[in-house]
């Protein structure tokens, strides 16, 4: 009996080692989806945007930009942009900070020495 199922199983082409990885990889709108989510539960800070986004070699790379601090008028709010590293299955690995801004204010950072 247990070879009979050995050999369904063997033959059936969704058990394969291949697949089944390609099968718990995420699409990238999950991916910004869970990186927004898992950066709010860690900073206690919403994702408003999401300004970049990049598949690596080691999983995904975003820039998330969020509220830092609420100011009145809003052009005077606090913004931070945040380097959010996620695995392959979308779990975040690591963030920092990697600026602070005013809403209201042109950004001056230029990214990749541009």
Known sequence: M????DTRDSQNPRNTDKE???DK???PMEVLREAR???AELTGMSAETVSSFEQTEDGWSLEVEVLELARVPDTMSL???YQVDLDPEGQL???RRVR???R???DAHRSGGR
Request: charged share 25%; no cysteine.
């Open 2 to 5: 247990a070879d009979t199922k």
């Open 20 to 22: 089944s990885t390609a």
């Open 25 to 27: 990889r995420p699409n």
């Open 37 to 39: 989510t898992q950066l």
């Open 79 to 81: 913004m931070a942009s």
């Open 93 to 95: 690995t690591g963030y």
């Open 100 to 102: 602070r801004y005013e």
């Open 104 to 106: 209201g204010r042109a």
